[in-house]
């Protein structure tokens, strides 16, 4: 922190009387040494932050922080007002001001130091010895860490008010209190010994308790709401482990660790990531301030709805995925989650864009893609208008997939900077007629420029444009270059070439076709493969009077496509003790996303045991796509599963092939699934039952 903050930064007799002089009156010495280029801009983003939620802390503490793009630098300021300023703290005024400005494109590095002095400010020891520290270089030593305080500094220190105060991370060659984190975030070993000295022996099994803490600028509360429950979990003897959402990018709490917590306490102000990691467990869920308020009574509370049997469900049609790629994972893996990282945003275009299209064409005829614009012609007594109303939304409802398949990739990749050129390219694979071929290669490409972009070292006085203008302009320059000169047509050459492919079958077997085409639909569930069939089918009936062997293509690709959400919500009934808790509950709402014609459903079965889910339920899509050929079922719609079943021909027929398919596969994942040696649940029976692993370092050493 040693060029954060000097003694030009402190002020120990701030004279301002309200909050707003005295962010003025510390961002002034910011802009006195050159940290700060505008300095009623930069004031108008901190005022902006405070009114999103006030900064001030219990103990006397205001913090008021932003992200501005005035700001060359990560800089601190601190000031100390004998008077006390108001910063909305429900204990009083503050006399300890921080004015924390980082740069819109602060890298890691400065957002860790950052968030090592949030930290600090729940330590009670620091604070008080910054309210007896009488010298500016003194007090910019302390806060930078070149001094370290020590109990009773001042002589108000046993007094401390701030009650929600902990005693800092554990100090270099000692051992971790119970429930505090050690350096890689894994928890300590269970009895460790506490402060003290002495373990800790409240319970053979201290009662488990796992965080998420996340803020709306992620530089500040997010880490103090991390300390304060450590501290609060230490005093009751409770094994806390908290995964912090900041600025600087989160580890994942290790999935074992979260299997064996007895509860889940969430404090935040934004979205918690990848949620449903912790479904199946009592949770509170509060505001982040509530977690450094107030941690014992956010403790007590999931204590009692633990020993209550209070848990969450998974939500419905949960996401297999919202950020891949961690370290330590192989290429595949995280290709992988990149993948279904733009297939799980994908997925509600599909929803409502299909169904959509299916209603406009069960109201309107098929002949209701020839409407005119709803904007020209539409009467509210007419059916017509209605149904020409609902298609030409869901038309423009799947104009978006492409785009977002690729813009999601790129986030997976590389966070909220992948959106801009992966948006880019997945609208120019549509342009260029490349499809969903080439919206995963803009998507992995849009990823790749921009990581790689991240990587060039760039001159603090530009790093506050970085993300909101030279990262979006340069990868989406180079993007658009790739798919419009190079690649691009080479893509929309492949993509032709396999609709071609396809084509050349019609008439030749049809019940190979069938059988074909029903194993692309399953095989990737809604990814690239799948959606090449889907469009091969869709292209047969975009006509004014489409032929009888496109209707049967098209029923058979919508018949395979429903099997696996739905045979994989049959088997998590007939026998749920092969799926987990979290499978069982995706199981319910497969029932509905199946009969929707919506394939992606069965996506968390199969990240979850891909070797036994898609074999399965590739066998199925098979048989129904082979015997709905067979039946000469015929569809009109592109899309909308048991509700389009009046634009169906033979449609009893139909439904007879879908549920053959949905039995063999239920069948075979059953057989699968029993000839592991051991249950989903008995697995997290006995990870709940086990010691939760502890990791250790030279520097910090478990006590035995």
């Given amino acids: 922190m040693s060029e954060m903050i000097t003694a030009d930064l402190v002020d120990l007799d701030l004279s301002a009387q309200t909050k707003e002089a005295a962010a003025r009156a510390l961002a002034e010495r910011m802009v006195a040494k050159g940290r700060v280029t505008d300095l009623d801009g930069f004031l108008a983003d901190v005022a902006a932050r405070e009114a999103q939620m006030p900064t001030g802390l219990d103990g006397g503490i205001g913090i008021p922080h932003c992200r501005s793009e005035h700001v060359t630098e990560p800089t601190l300021a601190f000031g100390r007002s004998a008077a006390g300023i108001d910063f909305g703290a429900p204990d009083g005024p503050a006399d300890l001001i921080f004015l924390i400005a980082a740069p819109a494109g602060a890298d890691d590095a400065h957002l860790t130091i950052l968030s090592s002095l949030a930290r600090q400010l729940m330590n009670a020891e620091f604070t008080s010895a910054l309210r007896g520290v009488d010298d500016a270089a003194a007090a910019a030593a302390l806060i930078r860490g070149d001094e370290t305080p020590a109990a009773g500094t001042s002589e108000n220190s046993a007094a401390e008010p701030n009650a929600a105060a902990s005693a800092g991370t554990a100090a270099e060659g000692t051992a971790p209190a119970p429930g505090a984190t050690v350096e890689d975030g894994s928890a300590p070993t269970p009895g ?64 074992a660790v979260i299997a064996a917590a007895d509860g889940v306490i969430f404090a935040h102000d934004v979205p918690v990531r990848d ?59 995280k290709l992988r989650k990149w993948l279904m990282s733009g297939v799980s945003y994908m997925v509600p275009f599909v929803a409502a864009g299909g169904l959509l299209i299916a209603l406009g064409f069960a109201i309107g005829g098929y002949k209701i893609n020839k409407a005119p614009s709803v904007m020209d012609h539409f009467l509210w007594t007419q059916a017509d208008s209605w149904g020409a109303l609902f298609f030409q939304i869901g038309v423009v409802s799947f104009g978006f997939l492409v ?33 969903f071929l080439g919206g995963l290669a803009a998507g992995l490409i849009a990823g790749g420029v921009v990581i790689g972009i991240q990587k060039v070292k760039i001159p603090a006085a530009l790093r506050g444009i970085m993300p909101v203008v030279v990262i979006p302009l340069i990868s989406a320059a180079i993007v658009g270059f790739l798919m419009f000169v190079v690649i691009g047509k080479p893509i929309a050459s492949a993509q032709k070439g396999m609709t071609d492919w396809l084509n050349g079958l019609t ?71 092969l799926f987990s808790q979290t499978e069982r509950e995706n199981g319910k709402a497969a029932w509905v996303l199946g009969a929707s014609f919506i394939t992606e459903g069965a996506i968390p079965f199969a990240a979850a045991d891909p070797l036994r889910v898609i074999p399965s339920a590739m066998a199925g899509g098979a048989v129904t796509g082979a015997l709905s050929m067979t039946f000469g079922a015929t569809l009109r719609a592109p899309h909308g599963g048991i509700f389009v079943v009046p634009l169906i021909g033979n449609p009893l027929l139909y439904l007879i092939a879908i549920a053959a398919g949905v039995c063999v596969s239920t069948a075979l994942v059953v057989v699968l699934k029993g000839m592991r040696k051991q249950s989903p ?7 709940a039952e086990a010691p939760i692993p502890a990791k250790t370092d030279s520097k910090q050493p478990v006590a035995a």
């Fill in 507 to 577: 008439g030749t077997n049809a019940v190979l076709l069938g059988a074909l085409l029903g194993l692309m639909m399953c095989f990737d569930l809604g990814g690239p493969v799948n959606k090449v069939a889907y469009t091969f089918a869709t292209a047969g009936i975009a006509v004014a009077s489409p032929s009888d062997s496109a209707m049967k293509i098209m029923a058979a690709v919508m018949a395979a496509g429903m099997v696996p959400p739905l045979a994989m919500a049959l088997a998590t009934t007939v026998r749920g003790k």
């Fill in 403 to 435: 785009p977002v398949l690729a813009g999601y990739i790129a986030y997976g990749m590389a966070d909220r900077p992948g959106l801009v050129p992966g948006f880019v390219g997945g609208a120019i694979s549509l342009t260029i007629n490349a499809g």
């Fill in 275 to 333: 949620k449903d990691r912790f479904a199946g467990k009592p949770t509170v869920d509060v505001g982040v301030k509530a977690g450094i308020n107030r941690p014992a009574a956010l403790l007590a509370e999931v204590r009692g709805k633990s020993e209550r049997g209070e848990v969450t469900a998974a939500s419905a049609a949960a996401a297999p995925v919202e950020r891949g790629g961690e370290s330590g994972e192989g290429y595949g893996t």
């Fill in 681 to 687: 649940d008995s697995v997290a029976k006995e990870a």
């Fill in 192 to 255: 460790a010994a506490d402060t003290d000295g002495a373990p800790n022996d409240n319970d053979a099994r201290p009662f488990r308790v796992v965080a998420v803490t996340s803020c709306p600028t992620g530089i500040a509360h997010t880490y103090m709401a991390a300390e304060s429950l450590e501290k609060a979990g230490r005093e009751a003897g409770i094994d806390i482990v908290v995964e912090t959402q900041g600025s600087a990018g989160f580890t994942r709490l290790d999935p």
